[in-house]
């Protein structure tokens, strides 16, 4: 019997040993795992209703097992609570409130329900890997890291990690590239997240920044920070483009990323399936960085447009397929690579678009100041664009146009304030007309054009106002460009960008909350005033109704 009981004690540690070294885990959980293993067997044979544990000595394999019992003067549940009488024998000097031990002698190792040990030590362990996979991989975000293609399951890629499993889901491949179970490869960690069945490790080898880590494994300049990739931009399988600087000047960034013969930016092309990779200088002008970033078209001008947030592109005629490429690829990828909208036009389309602009601008001029062509021509040349500019600018500013003087100045600065009077008349009387609610016009920023909008498309009091987001006031809508793949592409940018309705006024997003959140301010005053007893009987309701 004294080997049996050896020879278990040696096979328990033996087991906690080998699970804590398969498994890369603390020896500790296996141990805990096997007590509670243990604990549980030993309630199936002297009853589940006792509170039993169960200590596995680390050094020896000695196993204690014992009951914990309440000491109490009258008993009521026989398998938790002794009286005085019997504490005495177990613990001498034990009084009523004590909790002490009952030892209990060691089950029968052979007995054990071997199912229910393995479920309850195999959960431990399992638990513990799951936690010790995640701590190991959490901070490895943006990392490259290499395993083997295990599987291939619905199009996502399984791929064995060595202590985990990472998933490159469908959209995360290089299209057209096939893998096969076996095969290595390297992808980039996008995000790791816990989930009950384990971490989710999710690769990406789609990701601009899987490109931008390849460079660094293969440029030491870049991994050494001589070299910053400022940005970064892909259609993945097809093209892409990088902008790069050097924080020295005698290095030059293209260069160096090129590599002699080519050889740096090859070794970055074959990982990716053969991806064009087009590396431009990065520059702190915007124009230039565009008209680098459009290579290897050529750009006559670029028009930026601030308040929009969009860049005018104008290119010579013979340049245009060239500057917006393939189901436009080329201006697409600049763009992102700018992080701004570019429309692309020929120097014929921005001539027309120009003259069209001089001639409406023209005529507002001539209706709106009372004045002849040649005089509305020479505002408009001068960059004056709108009525409000004309009325406000400083006079000299108009009194320095060549034919003008300071006299012509301050009649046309009366006639365009008179002017915006009028406009100011007209859709105030067209607001009421709607039905506008007079207390929007006490609304800081809006303008009585503003609140005539708001009328046509159905807001007419605060509260209409106030239920509105802010994205849905002042959203601006983005306008279909000729570079577009395909219809369906512009009918889902067309849904996804709706604009807000007061979108043609240009608002900033602190302009549309300080409009939102005043419109909201009468709720919160009705608030402060209604009398006690109706906060009381509204209260008295909700309670009701939540019952």
């Given at each position: 019997?004294?080997?049996?009981?050896?020879a278990?004690?040696?096979?328990?540690?033996?087991?906690?040993?080998?699970?804590?070294?398969?498994?890369m885990?603390?020896?500790?959980?296996?141990?805990?795992?096997?007590?509670?293993?243990i604990?549980?067997a030993?309630?199936?044979?002297?009853?589940?209703?006792?509170?039993?544990?169960a200590?596995?000595?680390?050094?020896?394999?000695?196993?204690?097992?014992?009951?914990?019992?309440?000491?109490?003067?009258?008993?009521?549940?026989?398998?938790?609570?002794?009286?005085?009488?019997?504490?005495?024998?177990?613990?001498?000097?034990?009084?009523?409130?004590?909790?002490?031990?009952?030892?209990?002698?060691a089950?029968?190792?052979?007995?054990?329900?071997?199912?229910?040990?393995?479920?309850?030590?195999?959960?431990?362990?399992?638990?513990?890997?799951?936690?010790?996979?995640?701590?190991?991989?959490?901070?490895?975000?943006?990392?490259?890291?290499?395993?083997?293609?295990?599987?291939v399951?619905f199009?996502?890629?399984?791929?064995?990690?060595?202590?985990?499993?990472?998933?490159?889901?469908?959209?995360?491949?290089?299209?057209?590239?096939?893998?096969?179970?076996?095969?290595?490869?390297?992808?980039?960690?996008?995000?790791?997240?816990?989930?009950n069945?384990?971490?989710?490790?999710?690769?990406?080898?789609?990701?601009?920044?899987?490109?931008?880590?390849?460079?660094a494994?293969?440029?030491?300049e870049?991994?050494?920070?001589?070299?910053?990739?400022?940005?970064?931009?892909?259609?993945?399988?097809?093209?892409?483009?990088?902008?790069?600087?050097?924080?020295?000047?005698?290095?030059?960034?293209v260069?160096?990323?090129?590599?002699?013969?080519?050889?740096?930016?090859?070794?970055?092309?074959?990982?990716?399936?053969?991806?064009k990779?087009?590396?431009?200088?990065?520059?702190?002008?915007?124009?230039?960085?565009?008209?680098?970033?459009?290579?290897?078209?050529?750009?006559?001008?670029?028009?930026?447009?601030e308040?929009?947030?969009?860049?005018?592109?104008?290119?010579?005629?013979?340049?245009?397929?060239?500057?917006?490429?393939?189901?436009?690829?080329?201006?697409?990828?600049?763009?992102?690579?700018?992080?701004?909208?570019?429309?692309?036009?020929?120097?014929?389309?921005?001539?027309?678009?120009?003259?069209?602009?001089?001639?409406?601008?023209?005529?507002?001029?001539?209706?709106?100041?009372?004045?002849?062509?040649?005089?509305?021509?020479?505002?408009?040349?001068?960059?004056?664009?709108?009525?409000?500019?004309?009325?406000?600018?400083?006079?000299?500013?108009?009194?320095?146009?060549?034919?003008?003087d300071?006299?012509?100045?301050?009649?046309?600065?009366?006639?365009?304030?008179?002017?915006?009077?009028?406009?100011?008349?007209?859709?105030?009387?067209?607001?009421?007309?709607?039905?506008?609610?007079?207390?929007?016009?006490?609304?800081?920023?809006?303008t009585e054009?503003?609140?005539?909008?708001?009328?046509?498309?159905?807001?007419?009091?605060?509260?209409?106002?106030a239920?509105?987001?802010?994205?849905?006031?002042?959203?601006?809508?983005?306008?279909?460009?000729?570079?577009?793949r395909?219809?369906?592409?512009?009918?889902?940018?067309?849904?996804?960008?709706?604009?807000?309705?007061?979108?043609?006024?240009?608002?900033?997003?602190?302009?549309?909350?300080?409009?939102?959140?005043?419109a909201?301010?009468?709720?919160?005053?009705?608030?402060?005033?209604a009398?006690?007893s109706?906060?009381?009987?509204?209260?008295?309701?909700?309670?009701?109704?939540?019952?």
């Amino acid at each position: 019997m004294a080997n049996t009981i050896a020879a278990n004690k040696a096979e328990l540690l033996a087991i906690a040993n080998a699970v804590a070294a398969e498994k890369m885990i603390d020896k500790a959980i296996v141990i805990e795992a096997l007590e509670e293993a243990i604990q549980r067997a030993a309630r199936a044979r002297y009853g589940a209703e006792n509170d039993i544990r169960a200590k596995l000595d680390t050094q020896t394999g000695d196993l204690r097992l014992w009951r914990v019992v309440e000491v109490v003067e009258n008993v009521e549940d026989y398998f938790k609570q002794v009286d005085l009488k019997q504490a005495d024998k177990l613990q001498k000097g034990a009084v009523v409130g004590d909790f002490i031990v009952d030892p209990l002698p060691a089950v029968d190792l052979g007995r054990i329900d071997a199912q229910s040990a393995k479920q309850v030590i195999f959960q431990k362990v399992r638990d513990a890997e799951r936690e010790r996979q995640f701590e190991e991989f959490k901070d490895r975000t943006g990392e490259i890291i290499t395993g083997v293609v295990k599987s291939v399951e619905f199009g996502h890629v399984v791929v064995d990690l060595g202590r985990a499993e990472g998933v490159i889901r469908r959209d995360q491949q290089i299209p057209r590239e096939v893998v096969r179970g076996g095969d290595r490869v390297r992808a980039l960690i996008m995000k790791v997240q816990r989930e009950n069945r384990g971490p989710q490790i999710l690769l990406s080898r789609a990701h601009p920044d899987f490109m931008k880590k390849l460079f660094a494994q293969e440029v030491p300049e870049i991994y050494d920070g001589v070299i910053e990739i400022k940005a970064a931009a892909r259609d993945p399988g097809s093209r892409a483009k990088i902008g790069v600087i050097s924080h020295d000047s005698s290095i030059d960034p293209v260069g160096a990323c090129v590599g002699m013969k080519g050889s740096r930016v090859q070794a970055v092309v074959q990982e990716m399936q053969g991806e064009k990779i087009d590396i431009i200088p990065w520059s702190e002008d915007t124009a230039t960085f565009i008209v680098n970033a459009l290579q290897p078209a050529t750009v006559s001008r670029v028009v930026i447009d601030e308040e929009e947030g969009r860049i005018e592109v104008v290119v010579p005629d013979d340049q245009l397929s060239l500057a917006i490429g393939r189901r436009g690829q080329n201006v697409r990828l600049a763009s992102q690579l700018t992080g701004r909208g570019i429309d692309i036009m020929t120097e014929a389309e921005s001539s027309e678009k120009r003259q069209k602009e001089f001639v409406e601008r023209s005529e507002m001029f001539q209706q709106e100041l009372d004045v002849d062509e040649t005089l509305a021509q020479l505002l408009v040349a001068e960059g004056f664009s709108e009525l409000e500019e004309v009325a406000y600018v400083d006079p000299s500013e108009i009194a320095a146009i060549e034919g003008f003087d300071e006299g012509l100045a301050e009649e046309l600065q009366s006639r365009a304030q008179e002017a915006l009077d009028r406009r100011e008349e007209a859709n105030r009387n067209e607001r009421r007309e709607l039905g506008v609610d007079d207390a929007l016009a006490e609304l800081p920023i809006l303008t009585e054009a503003m609140l005539v909008v708001l009328g046509k498309a159905g807001i007419k009091t605060l509260d209409d106002l106030a239920d509105l987001a802010t994205d849905e006031l002042i959203q601006k809508a983005r306008e279909p460009r000729r570079n577009e793949r395909s219809d369906r592409e512009m009918r889902r940018n067309r849904t996804e960008d709706k604009a807000g309705v007061l979108a043609v006024f240009g608002l900033s997003e602190e302009q549309g909350n300080e409009i939102i959140m005043a419109a909201r301010a009468h709720w919160f005053d009705d608030e402060d005033s209604a009398p006690a007893s109706d906060i009381i009987e509204e209260d008295a309701v909700a309670a009701d109704d939540s019952q």
